[in-house]
């Protein structure tokens, strides 16, 4: 095994050239897009380009559309964002909405992408791992697959900015292989899931070979530390907070806190003015989403589940206005005011709920453990401030044990820094719970800290090699079989190919937990394949397969040992008929930016191609 360091200038993949970059920031709860320019990028990058997005029932603007999909009864794309919303809401008010598809926040089901972390007893445990012929439901149980939903989402986005560009005459001149794609991903996200978004990417209709996937927490780095000092809130105030922040030498935590998901990454920015990951990327999927399981939570507890369930069904139009209701007061919250909150309840809800309850609305909440904290005026329901606050008690929770978990590692006693960006980072619940939880750390927050992401990733399409370094989630591995050593190895491992005595199963490394890995970093394993023996012959014209193992162990002794995880294959195949009785592989593996990559060599120098799958 042999590892090599590259130029990070020159081990950076080459793609088509950049005229322009666009980035699409896929959330799990709001989706939107950023663009800009090569020549304004060289004179000005922060000259970034965002989208305008408005709702007719609902009259908002936004930088970003709701993550939602709408089908037609024959399975084919209607809209998406709030087009998919409103039109939804008109179906389900004429009660024309029941052959139609309607998907939103689908994009948390890739959190459950293959992944190794520990359960309640402490063991670990497996995540299910993704396959391409998955199917996901609607929000009426109906069945479609799920890659082909969020190819929808992508293309949608797509097709949208190139006719914002096409419209304004930008684009003249400016061919299709001109444009750079970077899809947004969470930090936290395992290979497969990865591999699953590339592969809806280009059934959307963008090539390999103009896209990019950028991580959320990275991207917002880049974008944070351009930003003028007027551009974070109280900005005055905090100038030289902000300035020594993204000094050279200086390490900071950037907190991405998104829809479904949040991120945290620790950097330091180096001599070069680049940036280098120092501690493994950690979260989970305790944003937005989280506060909304404990409102419903509690209305299920208020008024019944099974009436809630009747809600939704019977009163689909005013059940999806409430919840943008809510939606509306998660971000608008203001802490320091001690009024109640006011929500309007439809009319549609009180009637279904007397009839299948056989009691008034109004009861229900003077018999409720929290009749004290509500209270009914004509159709507002007014929530006392406690009350609404312990909606966000959970997903806190988790946010700052796991940030106090990051700044008790030794490499990050001396971080101060931290960036709140996202769209749940201008909610005041969750930046001031942050807050007062580190009174000695210095927290900043940039002004429309949802699109930092976007922007960000747009300035990482640009210059991806000003992320030159990444740290390890995983111990990275392969199976092979190694000389038997009877003091070393397991006597039921003993196995013998060609006379040799052999132990099967063992776990030779690529890459360990925690190490980091410079931009054009690789590592080269050898491996010998025989199909000398006649059961193997058969074989000769096959791919061959090579298992990736992971695991969170430094140094495992077995690919099926406990908290050892099949990750994928890499498939080799030969250029010519079949291979030689004997061959010698080497494989060269990189962690090239936020992906992995293959690159395998016969010993005869024949030209052989290889694919890592995860799915």
Known sequence: MTHEKQNPKKGGEQKREKIVVAAIDFGSTYSGYAFSFRDDFQTNPLKIHTNHWSSVQSGGISYKAPTTVLLKPDQTFHSFGYDAEDKYAELSEAEEHQEWYYFSRFKMKLMNALDISKDQTGSDRLFTKLERSMEIEDIDGKKMPYMAIIAHAIRYLKEHLLRQLNDKNILEGVTADGIFWVLTVPAIWTDSAKQFTREAAKEAGIHDDQLMLAYEPEAAALYCRLLPIDRFESGGEHQELVLKTFERGKKFMVIDLGGGTVDIAVQETTSDAEIKTIYKVCGGNWGGTKVDESFMKFLNELIGSENMRQIKNEGRSEYLEFLRGFELKKRTFNIDSKNRVVLKIPPAFMEIFSEKSGENFQNAIKTSKHMTALSLIGDKLNIDHSLFTSFFESSVNDIISHIKDIFDADICLDLDGVVMVGGFAESMIVNSAVKKAFPDKKFIIPLEAGLA??????????????????????????????????????????????????????????????????????????????FVDKDKQKMRNSPIDISVYISKKESPMYVDEEGCLLLGNIEIKCKNSQWPERVHVTIKMELTGTEVKVTPTMHTGEQVTATFDFL
């Open 453 to 530: 992401v976007a922007k960000g990733a747009v300035l990482y399409g640009h210059d991806p090699d000003i992320i030159c370094s990444r740290i390890c989630r995983y111990t990275y591995g392969e199976d092979i079989c190694e000389p038997f050593d009877e003091f070393l190895h397991d006597q039921s491992r003993q196995t013998t190919i060609e006379g040799e005595l052999l132990c099967s199963g063992c776990f030779r490394k690529f890459f360990t937990i925690g190490q980091e890995v410079s931009l054009g970093e690789s590592v080269e394993m050898r491996s010998r394949i025989s």
